[in-house]
C-alpha cells in the first residue's frame, strides 16, 4: 500500500525557470491538497481540488498552477520559479473533509 | 477567518515526565474539527489525535491526550510518559465541518518544538 507519494524529494532550480511538482494517492480519496512550510509560517495552503477537474485557490496560490484530470494525481507547476518560492511542499488526501494524509514532503530551492 | 496560534515555539521535558503543549484557535463556528499533527526530523506529518468540537469528552491515544476547554477555545495536548522518539515539531490544526469553498481545510499554527532529554 503506497499511500501517497510525491517526487521529486528534492529539486533545485534556477529563477525563471518551470518546475513541477509530482503528487500521487493510491487510495482514490476525493480531497487533494498542496501545502508549503516555511520557518515561521507552518503550513500554508496553496490549491486544493474536491475531485478530478475541481480545483480552488488557498491562503497562497500565486505563482502556482495545478490540475488534476485524474483522481490519483495533482500535480502543482511553478510557471517561472522565484527565489520566495524556496520552501518544503507537501501534497495531502483525504476522504471527504475526514483527516487529512501527507505525503513525505519535497524540498525546493530556487537560486 | 478563523486562526490557530502555538504561544510556545520551544519545549522540552525530561525523559519518562509528561509535557503539555498549548494551542488556542479562533472562531465564530460551533461546529469544528482540532487536530494535532506530529511532524518527526524526517518531514513526514503524521496525525497524532483528533476532537470534535461537538463531543465534550477529551480524545485520548495512548499516551497522547487533549484537554478540549470550548468556551476558552483551548485545545493543548499533553504527551505522558515522554519518549525520545516524541522529539519532533508539534502543530496544532483547525478544520470547519463544511462541503463547499475552503471549507474543510485545514488552518495550522506555526508549530511548537519539542525536546525530550535522556
Known amino acids: 500500500d503506497a499511500g501517497i507519494t510525491q517526487s521529486p524529494r528534492y529539486k533545485i532550480t534556477e529563477t525563471g525557470r518551470q518546475v513541477t511538482l509530482m503528487c500521487h494517492q493510491t487510495?482514490?480519496?476525493?480531497?487533494m491538497f498542496w501545502y508549503r512550510q516555511d520557518l515561521g509560517h507552518g503550513l500554508r495552503l496553496i490549491y486544493y481540488?474536491?475531485?478530478?477537474?475541481?480545483?480552488d485557490k488557498g491562503e497562497v496560490p500565486d505563482g502556482y498552477v495545478v490540475s488534476r484530470s485524474k483522481t490519483e494525481n495533482f500535480p502543482l507547476t511553478l510557471e517561472s520559479a522565484t527565489r520566495s518560492q524556496t520552501s518544503v511542499y507537501f501534497c495531502?488526501?483525504?476522504?471527504?473533509?475526514?483527516?487529512?494524509?501527507f505525503g513525505p514532503g519535497t524540498r525546493l530551492t530556487v537560486l | 477567518a478563523q486562526t490557530v496560534t502555538q504561544s510556545q515555539p520551544e519545549m522540552s521535558v525530561q525523559e519518562a515526565e509528561t509535557v503539555t503543549l498549548s494551542c488556542t484557535y479562533d472562531?465564530?463556528?460551533?461546529?469544528?474539527?482540532l487536530f494535532w499533527y506530529k511532524q518527526p526530523p524526517s518531514r513526514q506529518m503524521i496525525l497524532v489525535i483528533r476532537?470534535?468540537?461537538?463531543?465534550?469528552q477529551n480524545a485520548t491515544e495512548n499516551r497522547f491526550s487533549v484537554n478540549f476547554q470550548k468556551a476558552a477555545k483551548s485545545f493543548s495536548l499533553k504527551i505522558s510518559d515522554s519518549q525520545l522518539g516524541d522529539a519532533a515539531m508539534y502543530f496544532c490544526a483547525y478544520r470547519s465541518p463544511g462541503y463547499g469553498g475552503s471549507q474543510g481545510n485545514l488552518i495550522f499554527g506555526k508549530g511548537t518544538k519539542l525536546s525530550v532529554k535522556p
Open positions: 481540488s474536491a475531485a478530478a477537474d475541481i480545483t
Open positions: 476532537q470534535e468540537a461537538y463531543k465534550q
Open positions: 495531502a488526501s483525504s476522504v471527504g473533509l475526514n483527516e487529512q494524509f
Open positions: 487510495w482514490s480519496h476525493s480531497y
Open positions: 472562531t465564530s463556528e460551533s461546529d469544528y474539527y
